[in-house]
């Protein structure tokens, strides 16, 4: 088995601050995946990097960055927080799935706030 | 572009209640469908994936078979527990737009001992 690990649990800034979240994975997964979680909107993805060397831009990226460190590590930077984007920030890994769509397995979530 | 549509917002049942949620969704190719469970606290957990036309997807007593006719993948379980309440999303994959998952938006059940 393995564990994603999502720092820190809550994220409290200020309007206009650059914020910073972490996420670890120990599964050795090839593909990671940073999301927001709004009430009644259901998961949206923000960045996703197949592979270590590698980002992409999802449905949501506007206002972020995404660093890729090394294959276990994948970093979300929110570049000017807006009160708008409060939300829940969950980070995701996979097996490069291909065609069969393996499946992805998340982290407990950053929450965060602005002030 | 794909869309996963899930009508229920929330619902509400008793222990042993047969339960039914619905998702509906719309794909230019033909995507695999998942299930995936949150529990309060935790980020969602995996159910179980479908990836082709009456193929039956299944865990934990919950199932769901893929509907290419109605494009649906509806989430049944015959007799809930208190432990089923979570919320429940629907996503699908389509290898037209790469590793990504799209989303519902998710159906809190909430079950009553």
Avoid at chain 1, 63 to 84: C, H, I, M, P, W
Avoid at chain 1, 85 to 92: I, N, T
Wanted: charged fraction near 20%; hydrophobic fraction near 30%; proline fraction near 3%.
């Amino acid at each position: 088995g393995g564990i994603i690990t999502q720092t820190p649990k809550f994220l409290i800034g200020q309007e206009g601050q650059k914020l910073t979240l972490k996420c670890q994975q120990n599964f050795n997964h090839d593909t990671m995946y940073w999301y927001r979680q709004d009430s009644g909107k259901g998961l949206r993805l923000i960045y996703y990097s197949i592979t270590e060397n590698d980002l992409q831009k999802g449905d949501l990226s506007e206002g972020y960055d995404a660093s890729r460190e090394k294959k276990s590590s994948f970093s979300l930077t929110v570049t000017s927080a807006q009160k708008n984007e409060m939300a829940v920030f969950l980070c995701a890994s996979s097996i490069l799935g291909g065609f069969n769509y393996a499946e992805q397995f998340f982290g407990p979530g950053t929450r965060l706030t602005v002030l | 572009g794909d869309s996963v549509t899930q009508t229920e917002g929330q619902v509400a049942l008793s222990e042993e209640d047969f339960l039914t949620i619905h998702c509906n969704y719309s794909a230019s190719g033909y995507p695999a469908l998942f299930w995936y469970v949150q529990y309060p606290g935790e980020g969602p957990q995996f159910l179980f994936r479908a990836s082709r036309d009456k193929e039956k997807g299944s865990s934990r007593g919950f199932e769901a078979t893929y509907d290419k006719g109605t494009t649906s993948f509806h989430l049944r379980k015959a007799s809930v527990q208190e432990s089923d309440s979570a919320v429940y999303y629907c996503a699908l994959g389509d290898i037209n737009m790469g590793y990504k998952l799209t989303f519902g938006t998710g159906t809190s059940l909430l079950v009553d001992p």
